[in-house]
């Protein structure tokens, strides 16, 4: 790590010259020697593809997206730190959708179809050398912040609809799942009773909120943190405000809505290792509507990463091909996530079972237009080989059929929703990095002189 630079001198740039040492060294020769390249491998063999018959099938009348930015702010002199997140969630009849020029959207016609359809909610957590006050700590700050921010946004509109996932409203209604102490770090803090807003840590007796039991004080040091934390609750929030909107439809009794409405996630639908808890509640969700005969229809489109590049290598493969019927669908199994997507050797667990709440599916609606997304299952499947079928997913004849009218040119598979979250969502649009900085408060010299 090379030293930073201070008010009088400046930080330590690479030597030019250090290099000599590293190539003359004879062990570093010898070492070199000793890897081995790894050549591109073209892999053609072809996934699972097979022609999704779509006929009588109706598309979902509504689609709801959310999508999520985060800007960093750090003072001139490098010495204090915050960031700011971004979350909106986007609401568009899909035939308004389908009037949309996939080529050429009029701005106007945009404008007309966000005025009213869209919420955004904001937070901003500071990371280093900058406290709530009152708090000591960076850590009870970032816990007290997340706290109020989802308790007051939008009438607590996503702080009831945390509050129904976690104790699991739908039914039966059960205590919150257990946490880990944020406070002192006490292995259990124990669940709170049904729908609590708060409680006491049953070993060390410090206060603790329902917020707190998201699990994002994993994520923070007590006196600083990363953009970790910043990343996690963005990615909770696009979640919890597609929840939020399921909450209100399932509150009102409405559920011919919510059987005629498209869930639209930016990204996988997962929540890493440490927010398993939240993992598995959506899966009970889903599972649980499943069960009643009422489908949540979820989607969540990847638009980079392993996945991502497995169905572009597909497709090129699958242009020498002579033209299929469309649209053109590939399930992959845990197997073949691993062993072809992943390229790992098999592991202890199933493929996805701790973190994923959706499956992986590559779609190819036309010769030129194709998507890498992930539909849940309900409950986790933990056989290597699925899943495998249509049926094992949620609604996955409903969904593909609704994603020709939402198809935009935007950007390479693009999807109008998307785009149209992102816009608000997105932090570069306004204001911009100086504009945040200066509205922070924090581009004024921090140490003393
Ligand atoms: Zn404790």
């Not at 699990?215 to 696009?238: C, F, K, P, T």
């Not at 693009?414 to 924090?442: D, E, K, T």
């Amino acid at each position: 790590m090379p030293y930073q630079g201070g008010e009088h001198l400046p930080g330590q740039a690479a030597s030019k010259t250090s290099h000599i040492d590293v190539i003359e060294s004879r062990l570093m020769q010898e070492l070199l020697t000793r890897f081995e390249r790894r050549e591109f491998e073209d892999d053609q063999r072809l996934a699972p593809w097979f022609h999704l018959d779509l006929s009588g099938v109706k598309p979902l009348g509504d689609t709801v997206a959310t999508d999520g930015s985060l800007h960093k702010v750090t003072s001139d002199d490098g010495f204090r730190e915050l960031c700011f997140v971004k979350t909106a969630r986007f609401h568009l009849r899909t035939g308004d959708a389908a009037q949309v020029d996939p080529q050429f959207p009029h701005p106007l016609q945009i404008q007309r179809l966000m005025k009213d359809a869209a919420i955004h909610c904001s937070a901003v957590f500071p990371l280093r050398n900058m406290v709530l006050g009152r708090f000591a700590n960076v850590r009870d700050s970032i816990r007290e912040l997340i706290r109020e921010i989802i308790t007051h946004e939008h009438g607590g509109i996503v702080y009831e609809a945390m509050k129904w996932l976690l104790y699991q409203g739908w039914g039966p209604e059960s205590e919150s799942p257990d946490l880990g102490c944020p406070v002192k770090g006490c292995k259990s803090a124990g669940p709170l009773p049904y729908n609590e807003d708060e409680g006491r840590c049953r070993e060390c007796g410090a206060k603790i909120y329902i917020t707190d039991v998201l699990g994002l004080h994993h994520d923070i040091g007590e006196d600083s943190a990363s953009e970790a934390v910043a990343n996690a609750y963005m990615a909770i929030h696009e979640v919890l405000l597609l929840v939020a909107h399921l909450y209100r439809l399932w509150r009102s009794g409405d559920f011919d809505a919510i059987d005629d409405t498209l869930f639209v996630k930016d990204g996988p639908l997962m929540f890493r290792g440490q927010y398993a808890t939240l993992t598995k509640r959506m899966r009970q969700l889903l599972s649980y509507f499943r069960d009643e005969n009422r489908n949540i229809y979820i989607v969540g489109q990847e638009k980079s990463g392993l996945v991502f590049d497995h169905l572009e290598s597909q497709v090129r493969h699958l242009r020498r091909h002579s033209e299929p019927a469309w649209p053109q669908v590939a399930i992959l199994s845990h197997a073949y996530m691993r062993g072809r997507v992943q390229r790992l050797p098999k592991a202890q667990h199933t493929y996805g079972s701790r973190t994923n709440y959706g499956e992986k599916v590559l779609i190819r609606l036309d010769p030129s237009f194709a998507l890498a997304v992930n539909i849940p299952t309900g409950e986790f499947m933990s056989s290597e080989s699925a899943p495998s079928e249509a049926h094992h997913f949620i609604g996955l004849d409903r969904i593909i059929a609704t994603l020709p009218h939402l198809v935009s040119y935007l950007h390479e598979g693009s999807l109008v929703p998307i785009n149209l979250a992102h816009g608000i969502a997105s932090l570069s649009y306004y204001p911009s990095g100086a504009a945040l900085q200066r509205f922070a408060g924090i581009d004024d010299v921090a140490r003393p002189p």
